[in-house]
């Protein structure tokens, strides 16, 4: 049984819509399907809008969709009982892009560790709490955890410091997944790797699954080196698979356009760099997306057909799902750098 | 909807309001008429019977003409809506406002402790030497009272009042509300808009001043003297003023709102006299609220003053008098408009001490009189009028805010 | 246990005096206005509190004493009926300090959950609310409060603070609203919801030390509007309270004693008049200055490391 499940999901969000204006919609997330195993490492890889962070909020719960399913140990965590959410509950946590706005500002490092830990009986007074913080915060690398508990505020903790504590407080009540939602962007590119490395640990030794939330394709295959992918277009999965297999081969136009953004830090290839020539760089109002496959106002390749049909994800081999209906036309992307 | 469909209802609902209108406006004249007989009537008569009489006739006809406004205002909120959404929402937000005030009010009529119908009686008979039976029937006429009604029947009753916009009837001076609102209103308009346009310009400078020259001498005194007149209750300030310069000084009147000797009229003398009162009452005001102009223009004119474009047009080499007044000052001044009806509000709502004070003869000094005589129908119409003024106010204030800012858009 | 637990047991209370008491102190002290705030509404504490056991109240009248000039007998000379006007104004601290702080503690409350209701809920019921939020921020405070002083008969303290607060909380109440909202959303409250806290632990642990400083500072401007707000109420005599109180002082120095009219011949009966009015302001200066230096002590970020 999958740890976690996504079943035909969609979410539609209304915005505006005072006593008298009228409203719109938006289709955030449109008929997603995900599966995750115990231990897996999911990357959701898009660009910003595309409904990925709507995706993350509704596997953790705090977004119930409009339609679909999710199940969590093949229940639906919407239907299930209040001990079993509480089970769901902890055993899928979230870890946040800006780790400044995850803690509470006035609230102690303490504080933040501990309330959990004591609301759900993993520790039983303070001071069994104190020593499990401590232990959280030299697993994260927070050494000497004196330092770090002892009357500090968020605000006085170092960006790369503060996600640490972040992912100390998922990890405090023995989650079987975290979703992390871009967590290494906004902090400096020197630490990104070392943060990485620790969530690698993590899955490794604690094998706790991991979604890894992103806009950057570089930082997905360091990190879902052995996990999966799925690439997310207006709030569509377009592309999913094992993450070597996906991106060795991408089959849908909007990955292949996405893999001839990721800059190559070689000035050779760069200038033999064939550029993918997408119809217009503007991303269609959300509010009123395309009929047919999304991508096609954008896609160099569209046909007729892609205006009118919308494409679903189909299988090719290997796990390797592509929704598109010219993928058989598409030419092969060609890697610039040759150990991709 | 398709737009063709848009513009039939469009113009039928624009047609009825015209229609309802031109009837309002006609059988307004007729209520009118009423009025004065019942007027006349309730001065001298006696006659319970003929009171009753022409106020059944009254009540029917401005039941007729209060639905008839009430759909005029549908009507004319429908119509707004179809020509501007945002407009119409903040517009009934307004009504909405009102009719939640109005409500307040009624209730307090219902839950007030005693019997307002008592203690009309017992005025009556010390006053007019009417039997107490006589008394009490006269009264329950006087205020259109019906014990009988019910709870929800009182309140539509009352409110085809306010929609009539008829503000009940004095206690005290026998007459409607209305009539003492035409008779004050015009004072307390005087001192207030002086007042505010006087402490709004000079605010505005001395705002503008402290924020293009920082570290002068003027800063910490206008600081100073913003929280001096934040911690002084307006009334304070009048009193003072009052003891200096009316009472121990006598450069200025006691009381009153001109010289009773003068002919009243467009002349000279006359409003020489009616500013040489007002005098007092609009420094009290101007005193009160000119710091805190000041304060909120210079926080206003300094975020202004870190714009780029403000950067780019000292770049350019503009002289500094224009950067102020064309960039600065223009783009600093917008916030303040919605300031000046929650100024206006704070200004009328201290009227009734400070009028009173001065015993100046505005809707103020009606309103303390009406509070310490406990007339409680006077006191109830000039809280609602108050009210509806400051309402109004903020919904203008609130339009001319977003005509004038573009980036503003009428939406909520 | 380890060592370093026992030391955070130990040494407990002692931070939490650093951080609570001597702390906020430091900040108000270095902050010169803030400084000088507190120093006033202390001593008006001081005197609220210790003054009426210290100074003795002497109600007599005393015609040939009537504004008798300020002396050693007298600090603040004495009242038309020659009662000690000081002592008036010591023993009337209590009534007017308390009503204004009843009426403080009224309206935070009316606006804490009326704001917090607003902003936790959303939907139907946030529209409400503020509908009702807007009508009390619109329509100014005062007539409302003369309009319900003259319904009713105010005869004791506590209905007297009711009639205070009851239109006053509106901008209290957006405020809080406007925060709850923006907290909402913010990502602690969230992670705090997936980590299973429960929602009133939500509200009273995580929102609420966030929201303290704004209450606090609003508190003592709600604080300042109910004592303008009672004296005015007094002042026309719609309020008949203790005598001692300040706002029955102005109104007895201004109408019924004569003593303005008096103040033309009798310069020693500006004291009295004075008196009053300049208690009042002299406290409402202490809370302007004092709300100036709180919200740099309450919150921990604009705090040094």
Redesign the interface.
């Known amino acids: 049984m999958a740890l976690m499940e996504l079943r035909d999901v969609s979410m539609t969000f209304e915005i505006?819509g005072?006593?008298?204006?009228?409203k719109r919609y938006v289709q955030a997330v449109v008929h997603a399907n995900l599966l995750i195993d115990e231990g897996d490492i999911l990357a959701l890889v898009g660009e910003s809008g595309c409904g990925k962070t709507t995706l993350g909020r509704i596997i953790?719960?705090?977004q119930k969709p409009t339609s679909g399913e999710v199940l969590f140990r093949g229940k639906n965590i919407w239907k299930i009982s209040r001990e079993e959410f509480?089970q769901y509950?902890?055993g899928?946590?979230?870890v946040?892009q800006?780790s400044f706005?995850?803690?509470?500002?006035?609230?102690t490092i303490f504080h933040t560790l501990s309330?959990?830990m004591l609301?759900?009986g993993i520790a039983k007074n303070r001071?069994e709490a104190?020593?499990k913080a401590?232990d959280l915060l030299r697993t994260m690398g927070l050494t000497p955890p004196?330092v770090f508990?002892?009357?500090k505020?968020p605000?006085?903790l170092s960006g790369g410091q503060r996600q640490r504590v972040?992912l100390a407080?998922a990890v405090s009540?023995q989650p079987r997944l975290i979703v992390a939602d871009e967590p290494v962007s906004m902090v400096d590119v020197s630490l990104r790797l070392a943060l990485l490395d620790l969530m690698a640990k993590l899955n490794r030794e604690l094998n706790i699954a991991f979604v890894y939330i992103t806009h950057d394709l570089a930082t997905a295959r360091y990190f879902a080196q052995k996990g999966k992918i799925a690439v997310m277009y207006l709030g569509q999965i377009v592309e999913t698979g094992p993450l070597g297999k996906v991106l060795n081969r991408p089959r849908h136009p909007y990955l292949q356009a996405l893999l001839t953004a990721v800059p190559v830090p070689d000035p050779e290839l760069t200038r033999k760099h064939f550029e993918l020539p997408l119809r217009t760089m503007d991303m269609p109002d959300p509010t009123s997306p395309p009929p047919g496959c999304r991508f096609h106002t954008r896609c160099p390749y569209y046909e007729p057909i892609c205006t009118t049909e919308v494409p679903v994800l189909k299988s090719i081999g290997n796990g390797h799902k592509v929704a598109c209906h010219l993928e058989h036309k598409i030419p092969e992307w060609q890697p610039l750098d040759a150990e991709v | 909807m398709t737009e063709r469909q848009k513009k039939l209802v469009a113009v039928v609902l624009g047609i009825t309001f015209l229609i309802g209108l031109f009837a309002r406006i006609s059988l307004s004249s007729d209520l009118a008429a009423i009025d004065a007989r019942l007027e006349e009537i309730r001065r001298v008569g006696h006659s319970s019977e003929e009171i009753a009489l022409l106020q059944e006739e009254y009540s029917e006809k401005g039941n007729v003409v209060s639905l008839i406004t009430l759909g005029l205002i549908v009507s004319g909120l429908a119509l707004l809506y179809f020509m501007n959404a945002g407009l119409a929402n903040r517009v009934g937000f307004a009504l909405l406002t009102v009719a939640l005030v109005a409500f307040i009010t009624y209730t307090l009529i219902r839950i007030m402790p005693g019997d307002p119908i008592q203690q009309l009686a017992t005025e009556l008979v010390r006053e007019r030497g009417l039997s107490y039976e006589d008394a009490v029937n006269m009264a329950y006429t006087l205020l259109d009272y019906d014990p009988e009604e019910s709870f929800l029947e009182g309140f539509a009753d009352y409110m085809a009042g306010v929609l009539r916009f008829e503000f009940g009837y004095s206690w005290v001076y026998h007459v409607s509300v209305n009539k003492i609102i035409a008779r004050a209103l015009p004072w307390t308009l005087l001192v207030l808009s002086i007042s505010l346009m006087l402490s709004f310009a000079i605010g505005i400078l001395l705002g503008m001043a402290i924020a293009w020259k920082r570290r002068t001498a003027l800063d910490p005194i206008i600081t100073f003297y913003a929280a001096f007149t934040g911690a002084t209750p307006d009334y304070v300030t009048a009193l003072v003023l009052l003891i200096v310069f009316a009472v121990n000084l006598r450069w200025f009147p006691l009381s009153g709102g001109y010289d009773p000797t003068l002919d009243i009229g467009f002349n000279w003398p006359f409003i020489a006299s009616v500013l040489y009162h007002a005098f007092l009452p609009i420094l009290a005001y101007t005193f009160e609220n000119t710091a805190a102009w000041a304060l909120a223009m210079k926080g206003s004119a300094v975020s202004t003053l870190g714009e780029d474009y403000v950067m780019a047009a000292r770049a350019r080499g503009l002289r500094d008098r224009r950067i102020m007044v064309s960039y600065v000052g223009r783009n600093a001044l917008l916030p303040m408009i919605t300031g000046l009806a929650i100024a206006l509000g704070s200004m009328l709502g201290g009227s009734t001490l400070i009028e009173n004070i001065y015993n100046y003869p505005g809707i103020g000094r009606f309103n303390a009189e009406a509070l310490v005589r406990r007339d409680l129908g006077m006191m109830q119409g000039l809280f609602l009028f108050q009210a509806m003024a400051v309402i109004f106010a903020n919904l203008m204030a609130d339009l001319l805010y977003t005509r004038l800012d573009p980036r503003i858009k009428l939406e909520d | 246990m380890t060592t370093t637990a026992k030391a955070v047991r130990r040494h407990g209370w002692r931070r939490w005096l650093q951080r609570n008491i001597v702390e906020p102190f430091l900040i108000i002290y270095r902050n010169r206005r803030a400084f000088i705030g507190f120093l006033i509404l202390l001593f008006f504490v001081l005197i609220t509190i210790f003054g009426p056991m210290v100074v003795p109240l002497e109600l007599r009248t005393d015609y040939a004493n009537r504004f008798a000039p300020i002396s050693l007998d007298h600090l603040l000379g004495t009242d038309y009926q020659g009662r000690d006007t000081f002592q008036l104004l010591v023993h009337g601290s209590r009534e007017t300090l308390g009503i204004a702080f009843l009426a403080g503690i009224f309206t935070t409350l009316i606006a804490v959950v009326v704001g917090m209701t607003a902003g936790l809920f959303g939907g139907w019921v946030d529209r409400i609310l503020m509908v009702l939020t807007n009508a009390v921020l619109t329509v100014p405070y005062l007539p409302v409060q003369l309009l319900l002083g003259a319904t009713f008969t105010l005869r004791d303290p506590i209905s007297l603070a009711l009639v205070l607060s009851i239109w006053a909380w509106g901008s209290l109440a957006r405020a809080v609203r406007s925060q709850v909202l923006s907290m909402k959303e913010r990502e602690f409250i969230e992670a705090a919801r997936v980590l299973g806290l429960s929602t009133t632990h939500i509200i009273f642990s995580e929102m609420m030390p966030n929201i303290m400083p704004f209450i606090a500072i609003n508190f003592l401007t709600i604080m300042r509007n109910a004592i303008t707000a009672s004296v005015a109420l007094m002042f026309l005599g719609l309020v008949p309270l203790d005598p001692t109180n300040w706002g029955m002082m102005l109104n007895d120095a201004t109408s019924r004693s004569g003593a303005v009219q008096i103040s033309v011949f009798n310069r020693n009966a500006l004291i009295y008049v004075a008196a009053p009015m300049g208690a009042i302001v002299l406290f409402q200066l202490g809370a302007v200055f004092l709300a100036h230096g709180l919200d740099e002590v309450l919150d921990p970020r604009l705090r040094g490391e």
């Open positions: 505006g005072g006593l008298f204006a009228p953790t719960g705090l509480r509950r902890l899928v946590q979230i946040h800006d706005a995850a803690l509470n500002p006035v609230r309330a959990p609301r759900h001071q104190w020593e401590a004196e508990l002892d009357e505020y605000h006085q972040v407080r009540v």
